[in-house]
């Protein structure tokens, strides 16, 4: 039985996720390149949400189109957990690793008000 | 400046994201509707790695494999939580309802060893 | 009206869906970017059909499967040819170039059996 | 060897592709399910070029970005071609029915200037 309730870190969700898979017996389908792709549709369903809207509507979202925003964020984390639970990475470090390279790869003097490819400033 | 190391937490991770874009006077390109692009251009730079890799083989990465997963699972995570402030979601909270709605669709003992969606079961 | 029928090639279908977005209003919604991103969610929905799916399964598809593969497959083309369209690219010419191209980065004898990336191959 | 020169329909590049697979011995590669993924991939890679450019910008490309898009609406065609050979799926008539059943879904009079899902409409 999943435990219920308000998850309160990654860790916690981690441990939620493998005994909600382990209870369905879904690990069989739980591969690194399926999760992969299941996130990448998660991902899409997103982004659905907002293909037809211009940017300024994407920051003022009526109540309905909110509650969908959620439920496809929600959907995101748990694949992308679900995927660094299998092949044991640890997210948070990960990504403190590419915190630090985005800062060297962007220094803030240089791509003030611009986005672009780091390879792509003169 | 970004501070140095290790994140701890997510609501962490969101304050370091808000400074590094701050900085860099990234928020004018940062609508809910591009992070979502972006976010989905990150998932299909994850899933590029597993395309031509058999299920078996995504679950025994070699070593600069392993490293390009992390960092692409980091910048999945970097977005998603930008996402989630932008539109002042809490990405566990919203989890957290998403997996009591999962175990509702999702019965265990209805769905054990399929991988259909929730509408597809007899 | 949509003229009825079969339609024969891309200048057709590319005549057919000016047509059919004129008729709606809905050239407005129609720019490249956000374009681009319901060609990426159709995608992600031809995707989804095959995510649980072992490789062998997916060439041995039930009809149900198949005829929705068969509609997300329509929509990607759909919206393939009203980028192209709309950025006046003639799709068959970009694509003999970037056949010859490939074919100069991906030397048969070079690559044979072989599914890496141009640059990764020694 | 690949036939040189401009690809003049949809039949042509099926033939030219199954060429250039077999050259390659690629097609063990080549599942529905591997295809639909590099197809995503593609169609990511084509987001990425638009995800900072506002709409107007997406419309008036610069010459290298206007180069990239080319490139990538070819691939995404590649692999569109590709998975509809390998299920002997005619594309054109695919997409002939599926303009049918928009045409049906979405009665000009009914959705002119807006932009919702068949089922969203009042």
Redesign the interface.
Known sequence: M?A???????EE?KH??RG?VA????A??H????L??????E??????????????Q??E?DAAR?AR???E??????Y?VR??D??E?D?????????????RK?P?ER???Q??KYDEYD
Chains 1, 2, 3, 4 share one sequence.
């Open positions: 999943e219920a309730g308000q998850i309160r870190d990654l969700l939620r996720l909600f209870e369905r017996d879904w069989q389908f591969s690194p390149k399926n992969a792709m299941a996130l990448s549709v991902a899409a369903e997103l982004t659905e949400i907002f293909q037809w809207l211009t940017e300024t994407s920051m979202l909110r925003v959620e439920a964020l929600a959907d995101v984390l748990v992308l995927i660094a299998r092949l990475i997210l948070l470090a990960a990504t403190s690793r590419k915190l630090a390279e985005n800062a962007y803030a791509v003030r008000g986005a672009l």
